[in-house]
């Protein structure tokens, strides 16, 4: 469902089957590793879990049972979570719905993910008259900023709303650690239905998990066509050859722009608006996971065309410390024909004999011409071509970039399912805070 094209990347098939050895080593290891909990790779056989664990089932269907109540008493879903904890979903339900989507059961809005003021404010105002329920998502559920949203979400629902108690009860769902912690605790204590974040799966890789499959079954997905995607996406990638699994052959690609080519940047384009939040995740999920030991790309992210008339210079013009990898798509979700005026005012008939997706890709095509070639832009593109946009290329493409990720940060040879950075200001803040003194 998706195929990596190389020949606008300045890339040779042999400059990447010199690594076949070392994708061998890395994917030997991470099948292995599968089953190790303290590994953090769980998210690998996932799509395998969904039909074979029975667990899993089991709280599939207790998610697909409440997703159908809460679709019948509420307007809106908040989810409050930050990093992976929120932006699967949203990338999911965004790319598959779009923007203005007006037949989706309940909308879906986020909270949690910042400490903007004014954010929190408006949208505590916003709620105040609606009928909302929470999911709350956090492993520990001591991050600052869901902990703090969490808390005054709660006292709009129980002590401005005045809901009844069953109703809160019903209405909060707490997604968090199976045994510990202090989400755990108070979900035990108030009697909230939960779902579990798997031990051996990180953040940033749940998006196939109680994480980000909630939240989608309630806006109305198709998740059995998500996971229907990542099966295929797993079968594709359990070969080890770089040239027949396409997450490979992307990982490769990337880490010979940046060890031979010494591109320190990789720009991920998208000419849908539906895939702004897609990109966000995918920035995360690299980010992340390569960002360490002083090493690994950084992930940037344009939504062209509307980006050609800011950044556009730049890429055709500037230093060349990037490349970019490019998302094409074979069919819209949805299309618009140009109409044709009578008296040709603005002299655009020349375009009623192409749709407006059609143009688009038009768009796409000059694009990656003067952006990568020689004799103009010199900028190595790597175009990924994707069918379609729906369920299951959602699935599809996330499971596809999970397990490129993996084997990107493992070329580095840093850990892909850590992320000590983060730590640091934490610590300033809850120092600075007065936390725990």
Same mark, same amino acid.
């Given at each position: 469902?998706?195929?990596?094209?190389?020949?606008?990347?300045?890339?040779?098939?042999?400059?990447?089957?010199?690594?076949?050895?070392?994708?061998?080593?890395?994917?030997? =290891?991470?099948?292995?590793?599968?089953?190790?909990?303290?590994? #953090?790779?769980?998210?690998?056989?996932?799509?395998?879990?969904?039909?074979?664990?029975?667990?899993?089932?089991? !709280?599939?269907?207790?998610?697909?049972?409440?997703?159908?109540?809460?679709?019948?008493?509420?307007?809106?879903?908040?989810?409050?979570?930050?990093?992976? @904890?929120?932006?699967?979903?949203?990338?999911?339900?965004?790319?598959?719905?779009?923007?203005?989507?007006? =037949?989706?059961?309940? $909308?879906?809005?986020?909270?949690?993910?910042?400490?903007?003021? /004014?954010?929190?404010?408006?949208?505590?105002?916003?709620?105040?008259?609606?009928?909302?329920?929470?999911?709350?998502?956090?492993?520990?559920?001591?991050? /600052?900023?869901?902990?703090?949203?969490?808390?005054?979400?709660?006292?709009?629902?129980?002590?401005?709303?005045?809901?009844?108690?069953?109703?809160?009860?019903?209405?909060?769902?707490?997604? /968090?650690?199976?045994?510990?912690?202090?989400?755990?605790?108070?979900?035990?204590? =108030?009697?909230?239905?939960?779902?579990?974040?798997?031990?051996?799966?990180?953040?940033?890789?749940?998006?196939?998990?109680?994480?980000?499959?909630?939240?989608?079954?309630?806006?109305?997905?198709?998740?059995?066509?998500?996971?229907?995607?990542?099966?295929?996406?797993?079968?594709?990638?359990?070969?080890?050859?770089?040239?027949?699994?396409?997450?490979?052959?992307?990982?490769?690609?990337?880490?010979?722009?940046?060890?031979?080519?010494?591109? @320190?940047?990789?720009?991920?384009?998208?000419?849908? /608006?539906?895939?702004?939040?897609?990109?966000?995740?995918?920035?995360?999920?690299?980010?992340?996971?390569?960002?360490?030991?002083? $090493?690994?790309?950084?992930?940037?992210?344009?939504?062209?065309?509307?980006?050609?008339?800011?950044?556009?210079?730049?890429?055709?013009?500037? !230093?060349?410390?990037?490349?970019? *990898?490019?998302?094409?798509? $074979?069919?819209?979700?949805?299309?618009?024909?140009?109409?044709?005026?009578?008296?040709?005012?603005?002299?655009?008939?020349?375009?009623?004999?192409? !749709?407006?997706?059609?143009?688009?890709?038009?768009?796409?095509?000059? *694009?990656?011409?003067?952006?990568?070639?020689?004799?103009?832009?010199?900028?190595?593109?790597?175009?990924?071509?994707?069918?379609?946009?729906? !369920?299951?290329?959602?699935?599809?493409?996330?499971?596809? #970039?999970?397990?490129?990720?993996?084997?990107?940060?493992?070329?580095?040879?840093?850990?892909?399912?850590?992320?000590?950075?983060?730590?640091?200001?934490?610590?300033?803040?809850?120092?600075?805070?007065?936390?725990?003194?």
């Amino acid at each position: 469902m998706i195929n990596v094209d190389l020949k606008n990347a300045q890339i040779k098939i042999e400059d990447l089957l010199k690594y076949q050895d070392q994708v061998t080593t890395i994917h030997q =290891k991470l099948e292995a590793n599968i089953a190790n909990e303290d590994e #953090f790779c769980g998210w690998i056989d996932m799509p395998l879990r969904y039909e074979r664990d029975l667990d899993y089932q089991a !709280s599939w269907q207790k998610m697909n049972t409440l997703a159908l109540k809460l679709q019948e008493e509420v307007d809106i879903l908040l989810v409050i979570g930050i990093g992976g @904890s929120y932006l699967g979903s949203r990338a999911a339900i965004e790319m598959v719905q779009g923007l203005y989507n007006q =037949k989706a059961p309940v $909308k879906v809005i986020y909270c949690g993910n910042t400490l903007s003021s /004014t954010y929190v404010s408006q949208l505590l105002e916003y709620l105040t008259d609606k009928e909302f329920a929470i999911n709350v998502i956090s492993k520990s559920g001591t991050t /600052t900023e869901p902990a703090i949203a969490f808390r005054l979400f709660y006292d709009l629902m129980v002590n401005i709303q005045k809901k009844a108690k069953d109703v809160v009860r019903n209405r909060i769902i707490v997604t /968090t650690d199976k045994e510990t912690g202090i989400l755990h605790q108070l979900a035990k204590d =108030k009697g909230y239905q939960t779902f579990v974040v798997p031990n051996d799966i990180g953040g940033r890789y749940s998006v196939l998990t109680p994480v980000g499959i909630f939240p989608m079954l309630v806006a109305g997905l198709d998740v059995e066509r998500v996971m229907i995607g990542a099966q295929k996406a797993y079968q594709e990638c359990k070969n080890d050859k770089i040239l027949a699994n396409p997450a490979y052959k992307y990982a490769v690609s990337r880490y010979y722009l940046y060890q031979e080519r010494n591109k @320190s940047v990789e720009i991920l384009a998208t000419y849908e /608006t539906q895939l702004q939040m897609f990109a966000e995740w995918w920035k995360q999920l690299f980010g992340e996971s390569e960002g360490k030991e002083n $090493k690994g790309l950084f992930p940037a992210s344009v939504l062209f065309t509307t980006d050609l008339h800011s950044l556009g210079q730049f890429i055709q013009e500037g !230093s060349k410390i990037f490349f970019e *990898t490019v998302i094409t798509l $074979k069919e819209p979700t949805l299309d618009v024909n140009i109409p044709k005026f009578e008296n040709d005012e603005d002299q655009l008939n020349y375009l009623t004999k192409y !749709s407006l997706n059609e143009i688009n890709y038009k768009a796409c095509q000059a *694009t990656i011409a003067a952006h990568s070639g020689y004799q103009f832009g010199n900028v190595p593109n790597i175009i990924l071509e994707w069918e379609k946009i729906d !369920s299951e290329m959602f699935g599809f493409a996330a499971y596809f #970039f999970m397990r490129a990720c993996a084997m990107s940060a493992s070329l580095l040879q840093v850990n892909p399912f850590n992320q000590p950075g983060v730590e640091v200001y934490k610590k300033n803040m809850f120092e600075l805070l007065g936390k725990n003194k």
